[in-house]
């Protein structure tokens, strides 16, 4: 049982994490959004696409989630595998990735996401490259997400 | 509210600063009409009514349309010592209007009042002030007034010398600035007030070298709490005022009084400057434009906005009068 719980706790790190730093991102992008849309409501469009960037972490931690989850056969009702503790153990490790990368990237692209509003605001015509600046800070929570996948589908279970 | 959302919006507000471009033309309007329809476009509009040609009704419009945004930065800025530091200099401004209307009452002018000099930029409402003053409470005054000014009034007494009591109080508003800052734990606000206080000892020492004033005497004209001492500033009046920038090097503000040594005309050094240390305190604050959440934001928006005031009235007051526009040009502060 202790590999299983160590398994559960792996995936509900990576969801918790990484949704907990995209809902800070959201955060800090929004209240710059709403300063500039208080000024000029007609940047709403840009203002919420630059706004949503941060939100990408969360959904990375949901799927690393779910992937602990289907190897754990907790989907479909199928019923939980046998887990060593170490296996256990490798899991969670699996999960640390995108729990601690998606935490950090998504609080830091909110701070680029909220730059760039900013910029948009004096430069609307710079979409385009407001775009880019946040977008780099998720290359990071990608490879993370890419080492948790890699990682899970390597630890053997059942 | 935070400062992401209260910067951001001051970048949208920004979006409405009028630039060097738009004064330019207000410049070269043929006269007030064509002036004042150019103005019709910005928020200045509401402010100035058709009638408006004399400078006071300038300065009313003016006035008012920096009343309102600090009214409206009020809403949003989640530190309003940081407006206090900005409106802090009007109400010594108004402190001193009403003192030396009071002087002149006591010395037989009936008519020394001059209220209409009063601005409501200041914190402390002007009705308030004034009774405070005329009926001697000043219990409730802030920013170290209760004590300064009775020791105005002992000052004038003693020496009926109207210039030591604005000095009087030109030290007091420096230095409640510099407790204001300091109470804001932001450095890049405390450092700004300290150049500002070398700004305007600087300005002093320009002054003070113009009329050849005798540097033993000079000690009580500088303010405490700059990045350069008092006592130095001081004795920058025994030396060549070639050389003060070579003494200053070893602060950022020397290397503004670059521009003294390509002036021989005093007249013409002064104002130049006087307009050097206006652009370097404002450089010094745009270093926040690079920061998404700095309150210094909030002080270079303001400065940015009284930039754009002072050269509304520099415009106004040149195409209203028929005066010299090239001077005026010179005039001009860099704002946006």
């Known amino acids: 049982m202790l590999g299983l719980s160590l398994a559960l706790f792996g995936a509900a790190l990576a969801a918790a994490l990484a949704g907990i730093g995209s809902a800070i991102g959201i955060g800090v992008a929004g209240g710059a959004a709403a300063g500039v849309m208080t000024e000029d409501p007609n940047k709403f469009g840009s203002c919420l696409i630059l706004q949503a960037l941060p939100g990408t972490q969360g959904i990375y931690g949901l799927l690393i989630a779910f992937f602990v989850l289907n190897k754990l056969g907790l989907l479909g009702g199928a019923g939980a595998v046998d887990l060593t503790w170490n296996q256990g153990l490798q899991i969670l490790a699996s999960c640390l990735p995108i729990a601690v990368v998606g935490w950090y990237s998504a609080i830091w692209q909110g701070k680029t996401s909220a730059a760039s509003i900013q910029m948009i605001s004096k430069k609307p015509e710079a979409m385009g490259k407001a775009i880019i600046l946040p977008a780099m800070v998720e290359t990071y929570a990608v490879l993370a997400l890419l080492t948790s996948i890699l990682m899970l589908m390597g630890v053997q279970v059942g | ?336």
């Open chain 2, 1 to 336: 509210m935070s400062y992401i959302y209260a910067v951001s919006r001051l970048r949208g507000m920004e979006n409405h600063i009028l630039d060097s471009a738009f004064f330019s033309r207000l410049m070269d309007s043929a006269g007030i009409d064509e002036a004042l329809k150019a103005l019709g476009e910005t928020s200045y509009s509401q402010w100035l009514t058709g009638t408006a040609t004399g400078s006071a009704s300038f300065d009313k419009a003016i006035d008012s349309e920096i009343l309102a945004t600090c009214e409206e930065l009020e809403k949003f800025v989640p530190d309003k010592e940081l407006l206090t530091i900005f409106r802090l200099p009007y109400d010594f401004h108004n402190v001193k209007v009403l003192l030396k209307g009071l002087f002149k009452v006591r010395g037989g002018d009936t008519e020394g009042r001059r209220y209409d000099l009063l601005s409501k930029l200041g914190t402390i409402d002007t009705e308030e002030l004034t009774n405070a003053i005329e009926t001697e409470e000043y219990g409730f005054l802030p920013y170290g007034l209760t004590d300064v000014i009775p020791q105005c009034w002992q000052l004038w007494d003693s020496t009926k010398n109207a210039q030591a009591v604005e000095l009087l109080l030109d030290h007091q508003m420096f230095k409640a600035m510099l407790n204001v800052a300091e109470s804001l734990k932001m450095p890049d606000v405390i450092q700004w007030v300290k150049f500002k206080i070398d700004a305007e000892n600087l300005r002093s020492a320009v002054r003070l070298a113009r009329m050849k004033y005798d540097s033993s005497k000079a000690l009580p004209f500088f303010h405490e709490g700059g990045t350069i001492r008092a006592d130095d500033m001081a004795r920058l009046l025994n030396e060549p005022q070639e050389t003060w920038s070579r003494i200053l090097s070893y602060t950022d503000i020397g290397s503004v009084l670059g521009a003294l040594n390509e002036q021989s005309d005093m007249k013409a050094a002064l104002s130049d400057v006087s307009k050097a240390l206006d652009d370097y305190l404002m450089k010094v604050l745009e270093r926040a434009k690079y920061s998404m959440d700095s309150p210094a934001n909030v002080l270079l928006y303001l400065l940015t906005k009284e930039a754009e005031a002072r050269n509304m009235r520099v415009a106004l007051v040149c195409v209203a009068g028929g005066l010299d526009r090239e001077f005026g040009r010179r005039l001009l502060t860099n704002g946006r």
